[in-house]
């Protein structure tokens, strides 16, 4: 699976749009970018994944370069329970029971 | 929403013993995991699970770590016997064919 590389902390005040960037220069045509995030040792929580085309859930919206070299998760309208760390990892979406390599992430606070 | 549970939610054990821990997947999920997070430090993968076999583990998943799936609910992870480095947070996932892994909240196993 690619490497990612993500910033390893960043502030965003509450209410505001937050932009958590990732950087895969190396993916290939079949992996997708996927992003999960962890509150405080909770177990990881899925958030969104996409492959090229941008894409928007409830939770987030996903922006992959034309290049899909990199990729920027947006929570919209952060709040104080967006505080969290947020994981990009790339892997090839399979139907066999694939690991998830957790890098550092990027640890998101979100300020009142 | 379905979730995937996990007890004891922590547990604390002498060095030399072994410890199950258990996990209950998403009722029609088909892939089961187990990763492991010691404090501060990313989570790592353990083992993949599929159709009563293992499909990957990881150089940590050695002849200490077994896992079985009992019964059509409950999927466990034995250590035979513990040492003070297994001392970590354990997340045990699950996953339908080709979607995300869902987490649950994890055990925290204390080996004095």
């Known amino acids: 699976d690619a490497k990612t590389t993500q910033p390893p902390s960043m502030d965003c005040a509450e209410g505001r749009a937050a932009n958590l960037p990732c950087n895969h220069s190396?993916?290939?045509?079949?992996?997708?970018v996927y992003w999960y995030r962890q509150i405080h040792s909770q177990g990881p929580q899925y958030i969104i994944h996409?492959?090229?085309n941008n894409e928007t859930n409830e939770m987030a919206s996903l922006i992959i370069t034309e290049d899909r070299k990199s990729s920027t998760l947006i929570l919209p309208h952060a709040t104080l329970r967006d505080t969290a760390v947020y994981y990009c990892i790339v892997r090839i979406y399979s139907g066999s029971a694939r690991q998830l390599t957790f890098g550092s992430g990027t640890q998101l606070t979100v300020l009142p | 929403e379905p979730e995937v549970t996990q007890t004891p939610s922590h547990q604390v054990t002498q060095m030399g013993q072994e410890v199950i821990l258990r996990c209950v997947p998403i009722s029609n999920h088909l892939y089961f995991y187990w990763y492991r997070q010691i404090l501060g430090q990313k989570v790592e993968f353990l083992v993949s699970f599929y159709n009563n076999e293992i499909s990957e583990k990881s150089e940590i998943f050695d002849d200490q770590f077994s896992v079985e799936r009992p019964d059509g609910s409950n999927f466990t992870l034995k250590i035979r016997s513990t040492k003070l480095e297994d001392s970590a947070m354990y997340f045990c996932?699950?996953?339908?064919?080709?979607?995300?892994?869902?987490f649950g909240p994890g055990t925290r196993l204390t080996v004095l």
């Open positions: 190396t993916i290939s045509g079949n992996e997708y």
């Open positions: 996409g492959l090229k």
């Open positions: 996932a699950s996953s339908a064919q080709f979607n995300e892994q869902f």
